[in-house]
């Protein structure tokens, strides 16, 4: 099946800094990316659309200035987290569907856990 | 608000057990419905979906039950295995989003 990979798995900085996560598409091209966001014990909660070569699009309540979201080709998305807090520590999980692929069919990334000191 | 959500946040099953996993759902308009699994630290992973004009939709040893009249879905896990052990959560799609379910807790006693 369709690959997704993310980058990195895992990531502790200290509050003030800027961290950037990727989401890869490893053997199909995603017009459409999505960033979510994960606490512990809880669901998904959708962050924003990432679209190819335009500007995403954020769910109500997320600051697009705190988490800037980059889609600069069909196989990569990127996510920066600026300016991290404390309260930014959380498990941020990206998806993508293959272009041809009907409704539904989203692949997951494995995920990158942010800890924020 | 609609919305789609589990019965029961922790199921506990004896190894080689069936699970049965529920969710209910609120929008009656809903015509597209996927269960995913997802391990500890790790992203969701696909099991199974069906569409609204089915009843049930067999995997390899899953089975998803839908009940239009009381928007009811089902997840059923046959002999539970122990790389069982996840969260799994009903979703629901709409306008190319998913809707996510609080998600349930399958814990396999040996």
């Known amino acids: 099946g369709a690959v997704v990979s993310q980058h990195p798995s895992w990531v502790i900085c200290k509050s003030g800094t800027s961290v950037k996560i990727e989401c890869r598409s490893l053997?199909?091209?995603?017009?459409?990316m999505f960033w979510y966001r994960q606490f512990p014990k809880q669901s998904l909660m959708l962050m924003a659309t990432?679209?190819?070569?335009?500007?995403?699009?954020?769910e109500q309540g997320v600051e697009k200035d705190k988490f800037l979201i980059n889609h600069a080709s069909l196989t990569l998305s990127t996510l920066t987290v600026t300016s991290a807090h404390p309260e930014d520590s959380s498990f941020y999980i990206c998806?993508?569907?293959?272009?041809?692929?009907?409704?539904?069919?989203?692949?997951f990334g494995e995920g990158s856990r942010l800890t924020v000191l | 608000g609609e919305s789609v959500g589990l019965h029961l946040p922790t199921l506990s099953v004896q190894e080689g057990d069936n699970s049965i996993i529920n969710c209910a759902y609120s929008n009656s308009a809903s015509d597209y419905f996927i269960w995913y699994k997802q391990e500890s630290g790790k992203g969701p992973q696909f099991i199974i979906d069906i569409r609204s004009n089915m009843d049930k939709r067999q995997g390899q040893r899953v089975t998803v039950l839908l009940n239009k009249t009381v928007k009811h879905l089902s997840l059923q896990i046959a002999a539970t295995q122990p790389g069982d052990s996840a969260v799994y959560f009903c979703?629901?799609?709409?306008?190319?989003?998913?809707?996510w379910g609080a998600g349930t807790k399958l814990i396999i006693k040996p």
């Open positions: 998806s993508a569907r293959p272009g041809t692929a009907p409704t539904g069919e989203l692949f």
């Open positions: 053997d199909f091209q995603a017009t459409t």
């Open positions: 979703a629901e799609i709409r306008n190319y989003q998913l809707i």
């Open positions: 990432s679209n190819e070569g335009s500007k995403a699009t954020y």
